[in-house]
């Protein structure tokens, strides 16, 4: 019985030299393969303004509580209209800034007189949640100056995105991060 | 409400959709539909913001505290061999892995990234992510699970709430064991096919860290965290997909956790020490009879194995359509599908999408479809076979005896924790020793 253990033991500790050795070149291999495919760069995630069909769920999928999706405004697009269907509603009660007249739910829009007979429209990032509802307004009727981005000073850069995952209009999608906006461009 | 007034704004509506249709054919040249006024009071129009994100020193930051923490984390559990050390490193990396970096991205989630960098030449996977995913694993084949037990914030937050450890019995751990499997062989399938990375989405501990998640991701980690007051390490033990490779790597490791660092006495402290379920008892000799019994199931597990494997395989094929689901663009094909035959009114927000872009026509969805179909059905098949062998090398494994004449920490369940150290009167003795020698250099 012992020589046979012996040899027992010996071609046991044998297997596992051979296990592990195995073991250590896959994962140098591993190590090997994915570099090859590697970037030094990092990414990160971003909206692409053309594929966006303003759904909504930038507001309520991100995982912070309130959403690291913004509303920004390309100014060398915006038609500085008067009446912009972007800060209005399509049917409101008086042509004012009551708060029933205006699409934004949180009155992030601010709304300024430049000269006659243009306004301009800025947003408060501080207020804007992110929810779409006058980039719905300025694409149907407007220019397109205002749309949906992710803002890097908020993002969480999840490994996956909450958002991403949701967005019905697969829309969202790693960027380089030397350039991590894709504004619009005036055409 | 001034009549004049809402005519006029149904009247610039009308305008304005004139205006939309006159342009639309303009839209696609880019044209834009208001020009943008020529102004006259030296306004000048202001760039549009755009805040950078982080920089990238906090990834490489990352990599080394990780580093420090896996080196340091060895130190502790083979040579100081202090609970108390291994519990306040843990404790640093629940906070600075956890609480301060917020999660993302860590090694267990990288296992997706890795695997998606394998099979999709188009994904280029940043190098931190590899040394991530790689550092703890390499390890492993050295000196075991350290990063378990002192690295991972999600390991680290259960261990906090371990308040009055239940013991699972071994026959109901190894069937549960087998949803870490699972688990991992989806997340691959998943992550290979481009559906989505389904540990992250998943993940019960995240939304803790970030103090923020939805309803639904804070219920499930609060059911783990109350599971884990009785259950040590729910998680860790049955569903991690990355501790199961560490698991079956560890299991060959060069040096191993060691309960006492002395020859054991078989005192039984440590018995019940660990919450893990991690400890084998001595054997004792066999019986001819066992042993005879033994054989005979080991025969008949090892014509099993081809059994089982083949049929996990056709159990895999026959989810396969179920599984591809999983997948946006099966989903939109199919919805497509049944709005086109008429099955359903109306659209979704994801059809609505894929009509309004026009980018890809619906025939050319389809074939995509039933490409992406196709590498589900492949890919459950082997999904269903890997966990048949799994389930088969279990059995044989389980038919095996192993001898052994003292209290041992089975390596691929040993989180490295520290907690039989304490109780081993061996290590009593051995600190004792220490400490005497200490008070004489200083006395």
């Not at chain 1, 100014?75 to 205006?102: H, M, Q, R, W």
């Not at chain 2, 389904?198 to 499930?220: H, K, N």
């Not at chain 2, 033990?237 to 006495?265: A, M, N, Q, T």
Request: glycine residues 8%; positive net charge.
């Amino acid at each position: 019985m012992g020589e046979k253990g012996e040899k027992h033991k010996e071609r046991r500790a044998f297997l596992k030299e051979g296990l592990w050795g195995v073991s250590i070149a896959a994962l140098g291999g591993l190590a090997g393969f994915a570099l090859t495919s590697s970037s030094e760069k990092k990414t990160v995630w971003q909206i692409d303004p053309y594929k966006c069909n303003s759904c909504g769920r930038c507001e309520t999928r991100c995982v912070l509580a309130q959403s690291a999706v913004k509303c920004v405004q390309v100014k060398a697009i915006c038609g500085y209209c008067d009446l912009c269907t972007g800060f209005f509603e399509s049917d409101p009660v008086e042509l004012d800034t009551g708060a029933e007249n205006l699409v934004c739910p949180t009155g992030a829009i601010q709304r300024s007189f430049v000269e006659d007979p243009y306004f301009s429209y800025a947003i408060d990032e501080d207020l804007c949640v992110g929810c779409a509802r006058c980039v719905k307004g300025c694409n149907a009727f407007g220019n397109g100056s205002l749309f949906l981005q992710i803002r890097h000073n908020l993002c969480l850069d999840c490994n996956e995105c909450a958002i991403a995952a949701a967005c019905p209009a697969q829309a969202i999608r790693r960027v380089p991060a030397e350039e991590p906006y894709i504004l619009k461009e005036v055409k | 409400m001034n009549p004049m007034r809402r005519t006029g704004i149904i009247l610039l509506t009308a305008l304005i959709i004139s205006l939309f249709f006159c342009f639309a054919a303009g839209a696609d040249t880019g044209a834009l539909r208001f020009p943008p006024p020529d102004f006259e009071s030296g306004y000048e129009m202001p760039a549009t913001e755009t805040p950078p994100s982080a920089s990238d020193i906090y990834e490489y930051l990352a990599v080394i505290v990780l580093a420090a923490v896996l080196g340091l984390g060895t130190y502790f559990v083979f040579t100081k061999r202090k609970r108390k050390y291994i519990w306040g490193l843990m404790i640093f990396s629940l906070a600075f892995f956890g609480f301060w970096r917020r999660g993302c991205i860590c090694p267990v989630g990288a296992t997706q990234n890795i695997t998606l960098t394998i099979f999709d030449q188009g994904y280029a996977v940043p190098v931190v992510v590899i040394i991530l995913f790689l550092l703890p694993l390499v390890l492993s084949l050295f000196w075991g699970r350290i990063f378990c037990g002192t690295a991972c914030p999600l390991g680290a937050i259960q261990d906090i709430v371990l308040l009055k450890p239940l013991s699972v019995p071994y026959w109901l751990e190894v069937p549960l064991r087998l949803l870490g499997y699972v688990y991992l062989g989806m997340a691959v399938l998943l992550a290979v096919t481009g559906a989505g990375f389904i540990i992250c989405r998943y993940d019960p501990f995240v939304s803790f860290f970030r103090f923020s998640g939805s309803l639904g991701a804070l219920m499930l980690g609060g059911a783990f965290l109350v599971v884990g007051i009785f259950i040590g390490r729910p998680y860790c033990r049955f569903l991690c997909p990355y501790g199961i490779l560490l698991r079956h790597l560890s299991r060959i490791s060069k040096w191993k956790v060691k309960i006492s660092s002395d020859e054991c006495i078989q005192c039984r402290l440590c018995e019940d020490s660990c919450p893990f379920g991690a400890i084998r008892q001595p054997t004792g000799e066999a019986s001819g009879e066992e042993l005879a019994r033994r054989k005979k199931m080991l025969a008949v597990s090892i014509v099993l194995l081809p059994i089982i494997v083949f049929a996990g395989g056709l159990g895999g094929a026959r989810i396969s359509s179920l599984l591809a689901r999983a997948h946006p663009d099966v989903r939109l094909a199919d919805r497509i599908y049944r709005e086109e035959s008429g099955e359903v009114a109306g659209t979704t927000d994801q059809s609505e999408a894929f009509r309004s872009t026009g980018d890809q026509s619906i025939e050319s969805l389809y074939e995509l479809s039933a490409e992406i179909q196709a590498t589900y059905h492949q890919g459950s098949r082997l999904l269903g076979a890997f966990l048949g062998l799994v389930v088969a090398a279990s059995l044989i494994r389980h038919t095996v005896r192993r001898r052994s004449r003292e209290y041992k920490a089975d390596p691929s369940d040993c989180l490295a924790c520290g907690r039989c150290f304490e109780l081993c009167p061996n290590e009593r003795l051995r600190r004792q020793r220490i400490k005497e020698e200490e008070d004489l250099r200083v006395g």
